[in-house]
């Protein structure tokens, strides 16, 4: 079974800032198989990216994913109010999918 | 609209069963490769289990291996989860999700584009 391990577990930043999220499996992930998603308190998950670096329809451009192998990032550009949520990261391969275990972004 | 809702969950003795549903609607339910992902209170998102678009193949986590079973109908635009022998540990906020996929260049890549609001299941005594 893959691990993916997000950090940080928690991330302070101001809204204008930039937020580096990032996601490292335990053994190699293909790129098209990595995604992010957001949560927001009391809603489902909103998928992000997917293929590591696709955006998803109605998706900002300020967010952007990047990696391959072991080590991905999801990078906010410039961080809006509605952006401070939780974002997990997901991998699927031979026949299992796995989620990291989230990073909180929280207003400083 | 296109949308899932999910449905059948409550308060459950540690033991007991409990069959949630996910009703689809806006697509065509039976292209899509369907899952569940599970959600404790507080928690990280756990995926649970997977089914592809006739049924005829799924995939579960080790965790719910042998107590749960996922299945669908597509005549009625439906997806399953059947919970068997739950634990206090399954207690938690139930997603179904729908498994898009695109080819890209060479690759297919796979990915959840659409959740469902979640049900609650609760196993306490």
């Known amino acids: 079974e893959i691990v993916l391990t997000q950090s940080p577990g928690t991330l302070s930043l101001s809204p204008g800032e930039r937020a580096t999220l990032s996601c490292r499996a335990s053994q190699s992930v293909s790129s098209s198989y990595l995604a992010w998603y957001q949560q927001k308190p009391g809603q489902a998950p909103r998928l992000l990216i997917y293929?590591?670096?696709s955006r998803a329809t109605g998706i900002p451009d300020r967010f952007s994913g990047s990696g391959s192998g072991t080590d991905f990032t999801l990078t906010i550009s410039r961080l809006e109010p509605e952006d401070f949520a939780v974002y997990y990261c997901?991998?699927?391969?031979?026949?299992?999918?796995?989620f990291g275990q989230g990073t909180k972004l929280e207003i400083k | 609209e296109v949308q899932l809702v999910e449905s059948g969950g409550g308060l459950v003795q540690p033991g007991g069963s409990l069959r949630l549903s996910c009703a689809a609607s806006?697509?065509?339910?039976?292209?899509?490769?369907m899952h569940w992902v599970r959600q404790a209170p507080g928690k990280g998102l756990v995926w649970v289990s997977r089914?592809?678009?006739?049924?005829?193949?799924?995939s579960y986590a080790d965790s719910v291996k042998g107590r749960f079973t996922i299945s669908r109908d597509n005549a009625k635009n439906t997806l399953y989860l059947q919970m068997n022998s739950l634990r206090a540990e399954d207690t938690a906020v139930y997603y179904c999700?729908?498994?898009?996929?695109?080819?890209?260049?060479?690759?297919?890549?796979?990915?959840?584009?659409?959740w469902g609001r979640g049900t609650l299941v609760t196993v306490s005594s």
């Open positions: 089914i592809n678009s006739d049924g005829s193949s799924t």
């Open positions: 999700a729908r498994d898009s996929s695109e080819i890209v260049g060479a690759t297919t890549t796979r990915y959840f584009d659409l």
């Open positions: 293929g590591a670096s």
């Open positions: 997901q991998q699927y391969g031979s026949s299992a999918y796995s």
């Open positions: 806006g697509f065509t339910f039976s292209s899509y490769w």
